[in-house]
């Protein structure tokens, strides 16, 4: 057990005496004799020793100097005896080497801090003592037990909650840094621990302390790693432990298997680390008895009822196909006209799009009809046109019309005067002038604009495993841990903007080459993709605006960027979570796609580039298909567009600020 006394770990004197060639020797020594295959460099130990002397020496430089990073990685599917495979992530053996060295430095320290009922990957510790130990408490009257699986544990341990509980233990240092860089290095997701890592069983236990730490009053746990039993002396105790278990490891970000999670008695019997106990006996091997339902009745139903749901949704996919061909956004409610000489009209009090006939007898022909409560907003291109009696049924249905450049930049606005939601603009001031509730909501922002940053960067560098990038990812998931501990609003910037300063660098790494310029560098057209950036950023501005219009919410309270007079500081407040699928990955995917040509800008006289309409148009098409693109809610699991999920944000913010529920920021899932 973490004690609140304890001083932590010295992360720096831990990380020199791993880091030492004596103690990288030690551990390959180890590495050694435990055998095992090639990492994802085809370098097997054997191979490998032929160079150690060299490579050793190197490694505890590199490690040092902060210069190390981690070579690729194998992946293999292993058979179980249970059936199915299990996934193996095999390093490379010089990582293997790094590993075992903070393992072997780390585990005595941990050692102390854990509990008597855990009995796997721990030195003098057996399955055997696990086994008496159950046939001790057994004897003790505790004869219900909560047979317990975790779902995919080793697959499913989600790495912030994991630093969360090193740094309980660990001063922040080097080792910890390493430790992080692994893990990052390992998956793309933020979860699992590699099973063929030597550090994976040390974390393992680390992770599950808590779970240990829990029972030992009425219910006694006994865990060998991910597998444990939980006994008491009443069903009611038993069921009582299964519930507080599920609640903990649900915190934790995992969950019971919940067809293989039961509650029995010793009478019944149960199978734990290979052995049957039944009643007073304890046999090697064997397996409970095992029952099924019968479900062939059940899954026809399902069937039947799946193929009407996929009927329902063909249906309703092509319907909306043929609604957004007449430039509809359907959760947005938005109503698109651009270039090709496309009108609104109106007919039987409906807004109608035409598009333009060669015949001079029949100009148009209709390929759209809404009523205007379908339409929350109506933007008119350059190139389009609008009849007097649609600006009309605009004004009185109270439709706001956009009026927009072909580079997609609002010229105006045509629309009558919102009646303020007054209650609704009280809870927004509230928050922004009391300092607590502005940083909570603050750090809300942020903690979604640098999770969405590094989704980003993982989904870019799956290919390219560019270790630097992984290195940069790194650093942002620090920032990430420290964003709830941020005491004001200056040391949460600086963690926003440390994790930028990784970010971009990491950014232009993964673009296209001679296309990454030197910096971030907003509103002077410096260069194609910051012109680019700005570009795709105005666009998501003018749907936040629209978003935060249809929640009553008043645009100018701010509580990450400042309230101030003419400045729509909640728009850029709220834009912060959709600013990397909806900018960054907009402007990536263009420029790695080659969806613009260089003659798509123009040089300035005084430097720097411009944008022509043609670049204007391919980036606007390229934001439109990212915005309209069907996701499905975190929220609330529907399936919504990007445009949607603002809508759902803009809401749930106002929620937030009557005390109706908490804002949580949407968090990118590739």
């Known amino acids: 057990m973490a004690e609140a006394g304890r001083p932590l770990i010295d992360d720096a004197k831990l990380f020199a005496r791993a880091t030492s060639k004596e103690a990288l020797f030690a551990a390959w020594a180890r590495v050694h004799a435990n055998g095992g295959a090639a990492g994802g460099d085809g370098v097997g130990p054997e191979r490998f020793r032929l160079a150690a002397a060299r490579e050793i020496p190197r490694l505890s430089t590199l490690l040092v100097s902060g210069a190390y990073r981690p070579g690729p990685l194998r992946k293999v599917e292993i058979p179980k005896k249970s059936g199915g495979t299990r996934p193996l992530t095999i390093p490379c053996i010089i990582d293997r080497v790094a590993q075992t060295a903070i393992q072997q430095a780390l585990s005595p320290l941990l050692e102390r801090e854990f509990e008597e009922a855990s009995f796997g990957y721990r030195p003098g510790r057996s399955v055997a003592q696990a086994v008496r130990r159950v046939e001790a408490l057994r004897a003790r009257g505790k004869t219900f037990v909560v047979d317990a699986d975790i779902e995919r544990y080793f697959e499913r341990v989600p790495h912030a909650p994991l630093m969360e509980r090193l740094a309980r233990s660990l001063s922040p240092g080097p080792t910890t840094d390493l430790i992080a860089l692994w893990l990052e290095h390992a998956s793309s997701d933020g979860l699992g621990l590699p099973q063929g890592s030597p550090l994976s069983p040390l974390l393992a236990n680390l992770f599950l302390d808590a779970l240990d730490e829990a029972f030992g009053e009425e219910a006694h746990i006994v865990r060998y790693a991910d597998d444990f039993v939980i006994l008491s002396g009443s069903e009611a105790g038993a069921q ?40 007073s006996l304890v046999l090697p091997g064997g397996a409970a008895p095992e029952t099924l339902d019968d479900v062939e009745g059940l899954m026809r139903l399902l069937a039947e009822r799946d193929a009407a749901a996929e009927a329902d949704e063909a249906r309703a996919a092509a319907e909306e196909a043929r609604r957004a061909r007449g430039g509809y956004e359907r959760d947005f409610r938005l109503l698109h006209l651009r270039g090709d000489g496309r009108r609104l009209h109106i007919r039987n009090m409906a807004f109608v799009v035409e598009e333009p006939l060669a015949d001079p007898e029949r100009p148009f022909r209709e390929i759209l009809a809404l009523s205007h409560v379908e339409v929350d907003r109506i933007d008119i291109g350059p190139d389009a046109r609008i009849s007097e009696a649609a600006l009309r049924h605009a004004l009185a249905t109270d439709t706001p019309i956009a009026f927009t450049t072909g580079a997609g930049e609002t010229q105006g606005w045509l629309a009558t005067p919102q009646a303020p939601n007054a209650r609704r603009h009280l809870a927004q001031a509230r928050h922004a002038l009391d300092p607590v509730l502005k940083l909570d909501l603050a750090r809300r922002f942020v903690g979604g604009r640098l999770a969405n940053q590094r989704a980003l960067l993982r ?87 629209l978003a935060i219009a249809r929640a009553l919410l008043h645009p100018g309270f701010g509580y990450l960027h400042e309230t101030t007079d003419g400045r729509d500081s909640l728009v850029y407040d709220l834009a912060e979570e959709f600013r990397a699928p909806l900018v960054e990955a907009v402007v990536a995917g263009l420029v790695a796609s080659k969806g613009f040509s260089r003659d798509a800008f123009t040089p300035r006289p005084e430097g720097g580039v411009r944008m022509a309409r043609e670049g204007a148009e391919q980036l606007i098409r390229a934001y439109e298909r990212a915005a309209e693109r069907v996701v499905r809610s975190p929220r609330t699991g529907d399936r919504r567009s990007w445009r949607g999920l603002m809508v759902e944000q803009a809401l749930c913010l106002a929620a937030h600020v009557e005390g109706r529920g908490l804002y949580v920021p949407v968090a990118m899932d590739y």
Do not use: C
Not at 492 to 518: D, I, M, T
Not at 525 to 542: E, H, P, W
């Open 240 to 279: 009582a432990a299964r519930r507080k278990a599920e609640d903990l490891l649900s915190a934790q970000g995992l969950k019971l298997h919940a067809e293989k999670t039961r509650v029995v008695d010793f009478d019944e019997g149960f199978r734990f680390l290979g052995h049957l106990f039944v009643r």
């Open 459 to 545: 989904r870019m560098n799956r290919e390219a495993k560019d270790t630097d990038v992984t290195v940069a990812l790194t650093e942002i998931n620090r920032q990430i841990r420290g964003v709830p501990h941020a005491r004001d609003m200056d040391a949460l910037r600086g963690r926003e903007g440390r994790g930028g300063q990784v970010f971009w660098p990491a950014y232009w790494r993964l673009l296209p080459p001679g296309l990454a310029p030197a910096a971030r560098i907003r509103r002077r057209s410096a260069d194609i993709v910051n012109l680019l950036l700005d570009f795709a950023a105005s666009l998501l501005a003018r749907d936040m605006a």
